[in-house]
């Protein structure tokens, strides 16, 4: 017995080697294949036109060269575009992939860690297959599905991951019950916290632990509550959760690790402590005005706004519906936050594509359709697809050299050295949204099953969807 236990052990040692010698060439020849897109007009990501029909050269993960009637060995693969639209992959700038309950009680009270789990890899297939080739998650999930997704044991894109949401007792931040014990007096009780989802911190010290912690587990910016919220249960909008001083903890943590901070941010006074004090993105940032537009100039910054907070429809979201003090908050906030669009047009800010759905499956793509309407409706086109792309290509590039896990080339544009993150579209979207999933309507929008006029997704050179 014990002979043969050696010989089969032996055996399965050979097998294995021989499996990882084959994955490793099978990897070089992956790396080196090429695939040559031709007869395509071309949206970059930041021009006002498209381009003149033109071929687009791809190499391994990223795009090699572009230009008319480029020359390739006889055993490229060739895809003819048919004179559609070639344009970058969209970019998420604000989403929650792990966050995917009907409301905020509910992934508290009713999902556990494999339920979620589970839900947040489905997320990811349907993100993908909606267009979306990169995603910056705002706070709720480490870097596990990210790894998975890298490695190939499921389809998504490429992901940015906050790590647990950061704020103080009684915050945004906050999922507990009202009769849950407090979490900076008796460590973590709520169900989001076991789950590494949020993190209550009171002051630097614990700030910078929360922070630390985050980046420890591949976390590639910092998240942090500043503001009050609308679905939360226990704050005001118009709170100013975190002093100047809790700000510049976190900002000290994110420095020391060459990334950044993102900022959820509603009133006009936490938007500025929070540019005055080292954050780099304001999340929402709805009081936006002059002001704050030169600010964020001075600054460097960006801002990413859930336009559907805009929408008549925003009373029907079932994170705002199913709690009174919701609704009255949004009732609220809707009033003040007048002015941000005119504020949009005027100053012209960075701003990158903020969808913010914290639901699931069917709910999220509606709302990430009539995000994409409503983001054209107010801003124009050109604006919005470059919120969709380029700007939030920018955006998820502050978070440095050492932390970007996409380091090769820059996301967002169709360019060379550019990752081959692509979409071949019907038709122009810098004239019609709907191309890319754009819908007037949200809960009453039809079910659909993927978007029949993206005729291919491409990300990191690998095809994922080709209706052609």
């Given at each position: 017995?014990k002979?043969t236990?050696t010989?089969?052990?032996?055996a399965i040692?050979?097998?294995?080697?021989?499996?990882?010698?084959s994955?490793?060439l099978?990897?070089v020849?992956i790396a080196?294949?090429?695939?040559?897109?031709?007869?395509?007009?071309?949206?970059?990501?930041?021009?006002?036109n498209?381009?003149k029909?033109q071929?687009v050269?791809?190499e391994g993960e990223?795009?090699k060269?572009?230009?008319?009637?480029?020359?390739?060995d006889?055993?490229?693969?060739?895809?003819?575009?048919?004179g559609?639209?070639?344009?970058?992959?969209?970019?998420e700038?604000h989403?929650?992939?792990?966050?995917?309950?009907t409301?905020?009680a509910?992934i508290?009270?009713?999902?556990?860690?494999?339920?979620l789990a589970?839900?947040?890899?489905?997320?990811a297939?349907?993100?993908?297959?909606?267009?979306?080739t990169s995603?910056r998650?705002a706070?709720g999930?480490g870097?596990?599905?990210k790894?998975s997704?890298d490695t190939?044991?499921v389809d998504?894109?490429?992901?940015?991951?906050?790590?647990?949401?950061?704020?103080?007792?009684?915050?945004h931040a906050?999922f507990?019950n009202f009769?849950t014990?407090?979490?900076t007096f008796?460590g973590?009780s709520s169900?989001?916290?076991?789950?590494?989802m949020?993190?209550?911190?009171?002051g630097?010290?614990?700030?910078?632990a929360?922070?630390?912690?985050?980046?420890?587990?591949?976390?590639?910016?910092?998240?942090?509550?500043?503001?009050?919220g609308?679905?939360?249960?226990?704050?005001?909008w118009q709170l100013?959760a975190?002093s100047?001083e809790e700000?510049?903890a976190?900002?000290?943590v994110?420095?020391a690790?060459?990334?950044y901070?993102?900022?959820h941010?509603?009133?006009k006074k936490?938007?500025?402590?929070?540019l005055?004090?080292?954050?780099?993105t304001?999340?929402h940032g709805?009081?936006?005005d002059g002001?704050?537009?030169?600010l964020?100039?001075e600054?460097?910054?960006?801002?990413?706004?859930?336009m559907h907070a805009?929408?008549?429809y925003l009373?029907?979201?079932e994170a705002i519906k199913?709690?009174?003090a919701s609704?009255?908050?949004?009732?609220?906030?809707t009033k003040?936050?007048?002015?941000y669009?005119?504020n949009?047009n005027?100053y012209?800010?960075?701003?990158?594509?903020?969808?913010?759905?914290?639901?699931?499956?069917d709910?999220?793509?509606?709302q990430?359709?009539?995000e994409?309407?409503l983001?054209?409706k107010f801003?124009?086109?050109?604006?919005?697809?470059?919120?969709l792309?380029?700007?939030?290509?920018?955006?998820?590039?502050l978070?440095?050299?050492?932390l970007?896990?996409?380091?090769?080339?820059?996301?967002?544009?169709v360019?060379?050295g550019?990752?081959?993150d692509l979409?071949l579209v019907?038709?122009n979207?810098?004239?019609?949204?709907?191309v890319i999933?754009?819908?007037e309507k949200?809960?009453?929008?039809?079910t659909r099953?993927?978007?029949k006029t993206?005729?291919?997704?491409?990300?990191g050179?690998v095809v994922?969807?080709?209706?052609l």
């Amino acid at each position: 017995m014990k002979l043969t236990h050696t010989l089969i052990s032996k055996a399965i040692s050979k097998v294995v080697m021989t499996a990882a010698i084959s994955l490793s060439l099978a990897s070089v020849s992956i790396a080196a294949e090429q695939t040559l897109i031709k007869n395509v007009k071309i949206w970059d990501g930041l021009s006002k036109n498209l381009s003149k029909t033109q071929d687009v050269l791809v190499e391994g993960e990223l795009i090699k060269s572009i230009g008319a009637g480029l020359k390739v060995d006889a055993d490229v693969e060739v895809i003819d575009g048919g004179g559609r639209t070639l344009m970058p992959g969209l970019i998420e700038g604000h989403g929650h992939l792990q966050m995917n309950g009907t409301s905020l009680a509910d992934i508290e009270n009713n999902r556990n860690w494999e339920e979620l789990a589970v839900r947040s890899a489905a997320k990811a297939k349907i993100a993908l297959m909606s267009g979306f080739t990169s995603w910056r998650d705002a706070g709720g999930m480490g870097a596990g599905l990210k790894k998975s997704i890298d490695t190939g044991v499921v389809d998504g894109p490429r992901i940015y991951p906050a790590g647990a949401f950061i704020g103080p007792t009684g915050s945004h931040a906050d999922f507990r019950n009202f009769t849950t014990p407090n979490e900076t007096f008796y460590g973590p009780s709520s169900s989001g916290a076991r789950h590494g989802m949020t993190v209550t911190a009171d002051g630097v010290d614990a700030i910078k632990a929360a922070a630390r912690q985050n980046f420890m587990q591949g976390a590639t910016q910092i998240k942090i509550m500043s503001s009050g919220g609308v679905a939360s249960q226990f704050d005001p909008w118009q709170l100013d959760a975190y002093s100047a001083e809790e700000i510049r903890a976190a900002v000290e943590v994110a420095d020391a690790y060459g990334s950044y901070v993102m900022s959820h941010a509603y009133s006009k006074k936490s938007i500025i402590r929070c540019l005055e004090n080292g954050v780099k993105t304001i999340e929402h940032g709805f009081m936006f005005d002059g002001d704050i537009a030169k600010l964020m100039k001075e600054k460097g910054a960006y801002m990413t706004t859930n336009m559907h907070a805009f929408s008549p429809y925003l009373g029907e979201i079932e994170a705002i519906k199913s709690s009174p003090a919701s609704s009255r908050k949004a009732a609220s906030a809707t009033k003040s936050f007048k002015d941000y669009i005119k504020n949009v047009n005027k100053y012209q800010p960075k701003l990158a594509f903020n969808a913010d759905c914290v639901g699931f499956g069917d709910s999220c793509v509606k709302q990430t359709d009539h995000e994409i309407y409503l983001s054209a409706k107010f801003f124009g086109n050109h604006f919005a697809l470059k919120s969709l792309t380029s700007v939030a290509g920018e955006m998820v590039a502050l978070s440095g050299s050492t932390l970007n896990p996409y380091f090769k080339g820059p996301l967002g544009v169709v360019k060379a050295g550019a990752y081959a993150d692509l979409l071949l579209v019907d038709g122009n979207p810098l004239e019609d949204i709907t191309v890319i999933g754009g819908n007037e309507k949200w809960f009453d929008a039809p079910t659909r099953q993927g978007i029949k006029t993206m005729r291919i997704i491409m990300k990191g050179g690998v095809v994922y969807k080709n209706t052609l």
